[in-house]
């Protein structure tokens, strides 16, 4: 059974970079089943994709996001990352990292979830 | 960027009644990318339907998926206590997005 984990700062200041990263567990990153992405939901609100990634680097982004988002992967520690620039209070949010089997697909496979606030 | 508009925002019944839940989109979802998903307080959202009709893995009958194009349903035969959740639809047709999600609460 897929597991995911994601960590990172739950608190970053305006204007800064977000970073969180996702350990998968139960199943292998390099495999080619599987797409690795992320999803954030503020506080109360819906849920929006914000990206994702293959094995191989290949990625896939929100176009209103693209501008500032970035998402890696490291094979050799069973992670891959998000990166978010010039973050503001509207990019508060619980991120989750998640799999599905294409790059713009269902998702089956959902890490717990982290709060990131942005504030000074 | 292909829009989803669910209704009701809620619905309010009983454990044992039939939950009808619609999601529209603002163009036609290509070959039925839509998949639904429920979530409760706290967790995250969890997988039901794929490919607008197929259950994901472990999840009960009592939940099946129908539609094309750009009208979709989401219907639950027989509400059971831990069905009282927050329900959201995605399209995958085009890059991904979400609908704003129903919630069934117990009437």
């Known amino acids: 059974q897929l597991q995911l984990q994601e960590s990172g700062p739950g608190l970053v200041k305006p204007s800064e970079t977000l970073s969180l990263t996702c350990t998968v567990s139960g199943g292998s990153i390099t495999s080619s089943s599987y797409y690795w992405g992320w999803i954030r939901q503020p506080p109360g609100k819906g849920l929006e994709w914000i990206g994702s990634?293959?094995?191989?680097?290949?990625?896939y982004y929100n176009p209103s996001l693209k501008s500032r988002v970035t998402i890696s992967v490291d094979t050799s520690k069973k992670q891959f990352s998000l990166k978010l620039t010039s973050v503001t209070a509207a990019d508060t949010a619980v991120y989750y990292c998640?799999?599905?089997?294409?790059?713009?697909?269902?998702?089956?496979?959902w890490g717990q979830g982290t709060l990131v606030t942005v504030s000074s | 960027e292909i829009v989803l508009t669910q209704s009701p925002g809620t619905l309010s019944l009983s454990p044992g009644e039939r939950a009808t839940l619609s999601c529209r989109a603002s163009?036609?979802?290509?070959?039925?990318?839509l998949a639904w998903y429920q979530q409760k307080p706290g967790q995250a959202p969890r997988l039901l339907i794929y490919?607008?009709?197929s259950r994901a893995t472990g999840i009960p009958d009592r939940f099946s998926g129908s539609g094309s194009g750009t009208d979709f349903t989401l219907t639950i035969s027989r509400l059971e206590p831990e069905d009282f959740a927050v329900y959201y639809c995605?399209?995958?047709?085009?890059?991904?997005?979400f609908g704003q999600g129903t919630k069934v609460e117990i009437k």
């Open positions: 990634i293959n094995y191989s680097g290949s990625t």
């Open positions: 490919g607008a009709s």
């Open positions: 995605q399209q995958y047709g085009s890059f991904v997005t």
């Open positions: 998640a799999s599905g089997p294409y790059s713009s697909s269902w998702l089956d496979y």
């Open positions: 163009q036609s979802v290509s070959s039925s990318y």
